[in-house]
């Protein structure tokens, strides 16, 4: 067995590519479309299928399924066939009731010409989109098992691209702005049934596929068990997400009133937030999200032998703040020469692209906090506690929502929502890791603090080069003048942490770059 930081390493890789092709797609929506009522409608319709997509991609669902799955693969491997097909089935049946009761709703509740018809419309196009992402998380999960993590990493490529296309050709096909993004939305739904066909070829060799359903009964009301905590627990960031969609987008849905008083968020307020998660998102898939995905089967297996299970956590969270405070930093510095670059052009102007940085201001900090809640979370899971951070999540769920309501009647309007999140992603990865701490021996030793310590020195040296480099060339107001500073900026800051870690031989380095080796001696300072 290879240390998971390969895996990691392999995730990140692709994981980078789609979220590069996300940008692109971003780019392509913000200039066609700006920041205004039509993106507030394609944002808030997509919110529901894209949410199930992360809460069962990266957590819920594939996390209670993998380490069963693991295990079964390991004692019973026909059993382990028998239930990932019984669990795949039922989940389409199921997903597919709820699509068709939603699409229902929508139909009854929905009038001519009435606030968020445009809203309505797209979610009813992109709503049987659910089912099908959600089948590709799980199976996803099989190839996990058998050490294949490329192509479910891969696979948002397909939707990305799908959207750009859809996009460039309705450029074409019409000029009326609801008609283009209505082409957009069936793309999404198209690009879904291709993923599907994309993660089935991937599987073709390994024959999980069986129609017998004997003796799964038990392993599946185990796995449904652990599910339902999981959605709450690991999905927090997601719930917390939603509620900051619900709010932002209530002019969109609603109008400018509630309960006729007007309100805070003006229309474009959805468009802004979500344009901004995609950006701070960047990071967080390509590195928080890929650290957690390749820890969890190796956590999963090491589950019964203490020490090993948290010698890899040990590792896991220093990998976490190495490459997520960073990033926390980096971004704080060059969000606005960063909105600028990925978003401005065509019908997306200068103010929209700040609007954007301001609330991109509120995420940033907590990107390692991030990170380091999908690591937690997964420990706990491993080792079949799922109700721990559920009470956890409970908790935060609410602070979330009185933040939320609170913060956006201030100056920081729809920045107050990203404040919230990060306020909330901290306070939930400190509760985690103190509990779990009182149960794993000595899981935040010295050495953890020392990394700590040492990667937060690094990143402070990083924050400083790339603030100096972009005083230095400040971007003006083309295109090409954000770019130049955004790119000097970040190799400035890149270049001066990777210096400042090999100076201080920080382990990490090596293990980001090369992994690590497959037994552990322990943790090092």
Not at 118 to 138: D, G, N, S
Request: charged share 15%.
């Amino acid at each position: 067995m290879s240390g998971f930081e390969r895996h990691a390493r392999t995730v990140s890789l692709l994981t980078l590519g789609s979220r590069v092709t996300g940008l692109l797609r971003d780019a392509t929506l913000s200039r066609m479309f700006g920041a205004g009522a039509i993106m507030d409608a394609f944002f808030l319709a997509f919110m529901v299928p894209n949410l199930f997509r992360r809460l069962f991609g990266e957590g819920a669902l594939s996390a209670a399924f993998l380490p069963v799955y693991a295990r079964l693969e390991q004692e019973d491997p026909a059993m382990a066939r028998r239930v990932a097909s019984a669990l795949v089935t039922a989940l389409v049946v199921v997903l597919g009731a709820i699509v068709a009761v939603l699409e229902l709703v929508i139909l009854l509740a929905v009038t001519p010409d009435g606030a968020g018809t445009l809203t309505m419309r797209l979610a009813l196009i992109m709503l049987p989109y659910m089912p099908l992402v959600c089948a590709v998380a799980v199976l996803g999960a099989v190839l996990q098992v058998h050490g294949r993590f490329g192509p479910t990493a891969a696979a948002p490529v397909l939707l990305n691209g799908a959207i750009v296309v859809a996009a460039l050709g309705a450029l074409v096909i019409t000029r009326d702005a609801p008609q283009r993004i209505t082409i957009v939305a069936v793309a999404v739904l198209i690009a879904g049934v291709i993923q599907m066909a994309w993660t089935l070829y991937a599987l073709r060799d390994l024959h999980w596929w069986t129609r017998a359903r004997a003796g799964t009964g038990p392993h599946l009301r185990r796995i449904m068990r652990q599910a339902g905590p999981m959605i709450v627990g690991l999905g927090v960031l997601q719930v917390n997400t939603l509620i900051d969609g619900l709010i932002a987008g209530w002019p969109a849905v609603f109008g400018p009133t509630i309960l006729g008083v007007p309100y805070p968020l003006s229309e474009g307020a959805m468009a802004t937030v979500s344009f901004a998660q995609r950006l701070y998102q960047f990071p967080l898939g390509v590195f928080g999200i890929a650290i957690a995905t390749a820890i969890f089967p190796l956590l999963a297996k090491q589950a019964p032998d203490g020490e090993a299970f948290a010698d890899t956590l040990r590792r896991g969270l220093r990998l976490v703040m190495f490459i997520g405070v960073p990033a926390s930093i980096g971004l704080i510095v060059v969000r606005e020469p960063l909105a600028a670059t990925v978003l401005a052009g065509g019908d997306f102007d200068r103010d929209d692209a700040a609007r954007v940085g301001f609330v991109l201001l509120g995420y940033a900090p907590a990107i390692w906090a991030y990170s380091m809640t999908h690591v937690l979370a997964r420990a706990f899971y491993a080792r079949g506690d799922a109700m721990t951070p559920v009470r956890i999540a409970a908790a935060v769920v609410g602070l979330n929502l009185l933040l939320n309501v609170t913060l956006i009647w201030t100056p920081l309007r729809e920045a107050g929502l990203a404040w919230s999140t990060s306020v909330c992603a901290v306070v939930q990865s400190v509760l985690l890791s103190v509990t779990l701490r009182r149960r794993t021996r000595a899981l935040i030793d010295r050495g953890v603090l020392g990394s700590w310590a040492r990667t937060l020195g690094a990143a402070l040296l990083c924050g400083a080069a790339a603030a100096l480099a972009l005083s230095r060339v400040q971007p003006g107001a083309s295109w090409s003048a954000s770019a130049g500073a955004l790119a000097l900026s970040v190799a400035a800051g890149a270049l001066a942490y990777a210096a400042a870690a090999r100076v201080m031989r920080m382990a990490e380095l090596r293990w980001a770059l090369r992994g690590a080796p497959e037994q552990s001696t322990g943790p090092k300072a």
